[in-house]
């Protein structure tokens, strides 16, 4: 049984002047315990509606989403189920999901008093461990939310997420606004907590090369709907939808060797009024007739790869980007 | 002759606690046509240290040392003659494009005021250029895109908005800081190839502050890496990048995950934070975050000097294996 499992879920807004805008146009995702899953799409691509989606903070218009095999309620006016306290969500800023005049101690505490996970007298026992948990020396607790680094006030905001003694963990941009070595040691703290608390990790985030690094799958995302699954090493080896192609392409490596990323043509088109068949067709360098037209299914390939495009036909062998026939190409 | 010249360049800042040295004698040349990468953890003196250059320091603050910039020496000049010739020949870039273009006012009326006013064209003449700035730096159907505010464009294309209203006077040098920090990856790597171009056909020099070593590794040519105001290390690009001497230029690179690396190869975090301004460490600034300090560090400041094919401050060289 997967720890959480997103079955095509739509995600629906009301735009101003009263039209709707499909933000998430049925997407599918799984997260196994202990296994940390990528999601990586440009912005305005729907991570954020989806994650939001996937704890319950937003309804899907369609679609379901299981966490430990049971149904994950839309958050309603009523108090949040008991089942689900076990899936966190951790925002991207912690210094504004973070209350600046509380020391930090007291805030875990009121995680465990409000779940009432542990009796009075081990409260501050338990305080210390989930501050000694991420990295941070006991006498944090007795700090305000300012006294901290970027990167320390994130580690804080997880270890508040860890109070519930999670299974999964939803992570929308963490690492978004710091420093590479703030990066770096949260990165390291993120494959930790995973290992060794069998934790499930969904890590939102646009940096592909830290996802590339510490991600075991990755989930490629385009106008709402993934264009692209599979284990991560391979998909980055090679990457099998266009799509993944162009964005791993773009990534520069800090080497010195002046690699130039290549650019993806055009713009993420308006999801209220998406291009007619493959969404990424007026993009992509090898787009056809089909693809006008005809909306790729999402189709399963070798070695637990999925990817939605007319060019990997289902069950036969992967297509290498190569081996592909160039369409019209659109001028750079 | 180099196009900038920046010698002795010192630069404190009024605070409640009196003044802090922000940038502390910092040394540097931009060539014709070069893309001068200066790269740094937030707080390092980097967006300061030009900004003096502008005059956009804020009240108080005071700059020592000289900058040539052409045949102007930058610090030494009125206010009004400043405003001249950096309006003109020098122009800046900012990471975010929303704060830095006017709201309320049409991309034609952003991109022409300025042309009108230093190169002195009437109004049919001014909104022909901002066309052709518009369509130099790839804006689709420019016409349009002239009558259009900023909220109508993506942050991709407002950069590129941005930097037609940078480069429309024709200026020799462009500052750029942080130009691709807050886009997409696939949108940087547009900025950074149109950056690239305008710099081999108009023999433009740019000088590209970030803090994102890949960004600086596809287009620099020439990188000075900053530690609390000061250089610890300058070179080639491709010399720096790859084989780095400094242990605080080590220690950055390998904090990042390179996108062709090992998987299983834990990041390496640097120990500690960046010194604030006004509480920097003794000797040499790194020191306490230093995995090769030495007694020495705490007391002497290492010059930067030449090693080789770089400029490096600091004795002890982390690639001969002790």
Same mark, same amino acid.
């Given at each position: ?6 079955r095509?879920?739509v995600?629906?807004?009301?735009? %101003?002047?009263?039209?709707?805008v499909?933000a998430v146009?049925g997407?599918?995702l799984?997260?196994?315990?202990g ?18 989606? *996937? ?6 218009? =369609?679609?379901?989403?299981?966490f430990?095999?049971a ?16 899936l966190?969500?951790?925002?991207q800023?912690?210094?504004s999901?973070?209350?600046p ?6 805030? @875990?505490?009121?995680? @465990?008093? *409000?779940l009432?996970?542990? $009796? ?8 210390r461990?989930l ?6 020396p006991?006498?944090? =607790? ?13 580690r804080?905001?997880?270890a508040?997420?860890l109070a *519930? ?5 939803? @992570? ?14 949260l ?6 907590l ?10 939102i985030s646009?940096d592909l090369?830290i ?22 090493l391979p ?14 392409g773009s ?5 010195g ?5 290549e650019?993806?043509?055009g ?6 009024? /998406? ?14 007739? %089909?693809? %006008?037209t005809? +909306?790729p299914p ?11 495009c007319?060019l ?6 992967v297509?290498? $980007?190569? +081996?592909r026939?160039?369409g019209v190409?659109?001028?750079? | ?10 630069v ?5 606690r009196?003044?802090?040295?922000v ?9 014709h ?24 320091? /804020? ?9 040539r ?10 206010r009004?003659?400043?405003?001249e ?19 309320m006012?049409?991309?034609?009326r ?19 250029h ?5 369509t ?8 349009s895109a ?5 909220h109508q464009?993506?942050?991709?294309m407002?950069? %590129? ?11 020799k040098l462009?500052i750029?800081?942080?130009p691709?920090?807050a886009?997409?990856v ?11 171009r ?14 994102d ?5 596809a287009?620099?040519d ?6 609390a ?10 010399a ?6 400094h242990?605080?230029?080590?220690a950055?690179?390998? *904090? ?5 690396g090992?998987q ?8 500690g934070a ?9 000797g ?23 090693m ?6 600091? /004795?002890? +060289?982390p690639?001969?294996e002790?």
């Amino acid at each position: 049984m997967s720890a959480l499992e997103v079955r095509d879920v739509v995600v629906d807004y009301e735009a %101003r002047g009263g039209g709707r805008v499909r933000a998430v146009a049925g997407a599918c995702l799984t997260v196994e315990p202990g296994q940390i899953v990528g999601l990586v799409g440009e912005s305005g691509c729907g991570k954020s509606s989806l994650a939001r989606a *996937a704890v319950g903070l937003v309804a899907p218009t =369609a679609g379901s989403v299981f966490f430990e095999g049971a149904p994950v309620s839309p958050l309603t006016r009523r108090a949040r189920p008991r089942e689900l306290i076990r899936l966190q969500l951790v925002f991207q800023n912690p210094y504004s999901s973070l209350n600046p005049r509380r020391k930090v101690g007291s805030q @875990l505490g009121d995680a @465990l008093d *409000a779940l009432d996970l542990v $009796p009075r007298r081990g409260r501050s026992a338990r305080v210390r461990e989930l501050i000694e948990l991420v990295g941070l020396p006991a006498t944090a =607790a007795d700090g305000y939310p300012h006294e901290f680094s970027g990167g320390q006030r994130q580690r804080i905001a997880i270890a508040r997420s860890l109070a *519930a003694n999670p299974s999964v963990i939803v @992570l929308d941009e963490p690492l978004a606004s710091l420093d590479a070595s703030a990066q770096a040691q949260l990165a390291n703290l993120l494959v930790d907590l995973s290992r060794d608390l069998d934790l499930g990790l969904l890590l939102i985030s646009h940096d592909l090369a830290i996802v590339r690094h510490i991600a075991d799958a990755v989930s490629v995302m385009y106008l709402g709907l993934m264009v692209e699954t599979g284990p991560t090493l391979p998909l980055w080896q090679v990457p099998l939808h266009p799509y993944s192609e162009a964005l791993i392409g773009s990534v520069p490596h800090p080497d010195g060797t002046g690699f130039l990323p290549e650019a993806l043509p055009g713009e993420v088109p308006d999801p209220a009024n /998406p291009p007619s068949g493959c969404r990424f067709h007026p993009r992509c360098p090898y787009v056809f007739d %089909r693809c %006008r037209t005809d +909306d790729p299914p999402l189709v399963p390939l070798q070695d637990g790869r999925t990817a939605a495009c007319w060019l990997q036909p289902q069950g036969a062998p992967v297509a290498l $980007p190569g +081996d592909r026939v160039k369409g019209v190409n659109l001028p750079r | 002759m180099s196009l900038l010249e920046v010698e002795g360049l010192r630069v404190r800042l009024p605070t409640t606690r009196g003044l802090v040295t922000v940038v502390d004698g910092v040394d540097y040349a931009v060539e014709h046509g070069e893309v001068f990468g200066v790269a740094g953890e937030s707080g390092s003196g980097k967006t300061m240290s030009m900004l003096s250059l502008l005059g956009l320091l /804020p009240d108080g603050a005071v700059v020592e040392g000289s900058v040539r910039f052409g045949e102007h020496d930058l610090l030494r000049m009125p206010r009004r003659r400043l405003r001249e010739v950096a309006g003109r020949e020098l122009a800046m870039v900012f990471q975010d494009p929303l704060t830095s273009l006017h709201p309320m006012l049409s991309i034609g009326r952003q991109l022409t005021e300025h042309v009108r006013l230093h190169l002195g064209l009437g109004r049919r003449d001014a909104e022909r250029h901002a066309l052709a700035s518009l369509t130099d730096v790839r804006i689709p159907d420019p016409a349009s895109a002239l009558r259009a505010f900023p909220h109508q464009f993506s942050g991709g294309m407002r950069q %590129r908005i941005a930097i037609a209203i940078a480069l429309a006077c024709r200026p020799k040098l462009l500052i750029a800081d942080e130009p691709t920090t807050a886009l997409d990856v696939t949108v940087q790597a547009g900025i950074l190839r149109l950056l690239d171009r305008l710099r081999r056909e108009n023999d433009l020099s740019v000088v590209l502050i970030t803090h994102d070593l890949g960004v600086m590794s596809a287009i620099a040519d020439r990188v000075s890496i900053f530690y609390a105001g000061k250089v610890v290390e300058a070179g080639s690009c491709e010399a720096v990048l790859s084989t780095p001497r400094h242990p605080y230029t080590r220690a950055l690179l390998d *904090a990042l995950p390179h996108p062709e690396g090992l998987q299983d190869k834990p990041l390496v975090a640097i120990a500690g934070a960046p010194p604030s301004p006004g509480a920097i460490p003794s000797g040499c600034s790194f020191h306490p975050r230093c995995a090769y300090a030495q007694e020495s560090c705490l007391h002497h400041v290492p010059p930067l000097v030449a090693m080789g094919d770089r400029l490096l401050a600091c /004795p002890i +060289d982390p690639l001969v294996e002790r």
